[in-house]
């Protein structure tokens, strides 16, 4: 049975890779802070809000020690992340960089961290994809929040899988940059004024001319990557839009 963790499953890439991957037969573990409306029995939902970060770990210590003994593979799919804040450095409020951090950064680490401890006995496959993004490879004016935590994480998997990659079955890391792509945080996006995000207009174009990916186009291109042998012979931080 491969068993595959998502976060962020109720919403954009997060819920269209639950969706995908039931279908192909896959026993599938959504984490997110919301509750979820699919009902399937192959599906799980776990109730969780990333930004406690003190209630991480215990969360999937749990959840793996459920499945750990029957998974054929095993895979973990850091998606959940958070947009906001949005705005210059010195008007953005701190909680909210705090919380940034926490989602996009520190929250992912202490997943991929205890993963690679519970199923490090365990001779099968095991992934750890980081659903990353353009923004930790460069810099944006009014998202310096997001693009630090986006560029730990890239940073963060280079050093992990490192530290895999001696081992006789370590876990196989990717961080990969999905592109533009028709979601809520898009959204949310659009709603910045230009003195929060001076490319705004730019954004509100791409929605208007078309140019956004869709969620659904996206997660069946990140699944077909996960499930080919490029996954284990490409960068450790890599581009969806370059495969």
């Not at 365990?122 to 630090?148: D, F, H, L, T």
């Not at 996960?226 to 960068?235: A, H, I, N, P, V």
Request: aromatic share 6%; net charge negative.
């Amino acid at each position: 049975m491969d068993v595959v963790i998502v976060t962020g499953s109720t919403s954009g890439i997060g819920q269209e890779l639950v969706k995908q991957l039931i279908d192909k037969d896959k026993k599938v573990f959504g984490i997110a802070r919301g509750e979820s409306k699919l009902e399937h029995p192959n599906y799980h939902h776990v109730l969780l809000d990333l930004a406690a970060t003190e209630k991480v770990a215990e969360t999937l210590e749990e959840l793996l020690n459920n499945v750990i003994e029957e998974a054929t593979s095993l895979t973990l799919i850091n998606n959940a992340g958070t947009i906001e804040p949005i705005g210059t450095a010195g008007e953005i409020d701190s909680n909210l960089v705090a919380k940034s951090i926490a989602v996009n950064l520190t929250a992912p680490m202490i997943l991929t961290g205890t993963f690679i401890r519970m199923t490090e006995q365990r001779e099968i496959p095991k992934k750890v994809m980081q659903i990353s993004s353009g923004a930790g490879r460069n810099g944006y004016e009014g998202w310096s929040s997001y693009c630090a935590g986006k560029a730990g994480l890239d940073r963060f998997t280079e050093a992990v899988q490192l530290e895999e990659s001696r081992k006789t079955n370590g876990v196989k890391l990717v961080s990969i940059a999905p592109g533009i792509i028709d979601t809520n945080m898009q959204g949310k996006i659009r709603e910045a004024s230009e003195s929060e995000f001076a490319l705004v207009n730019k954004f509100k174009e791409y929605k208007m001319s078309g140019q956004l990916s869709s969620a659904e186009e996206v997660a069946s291109k990140l699944i077909g990557f996960l499930e080919s042998d490029q996954y284990y012979t490409s960068e450790v931080v890599t581009d969806l839009r370059q495969l």
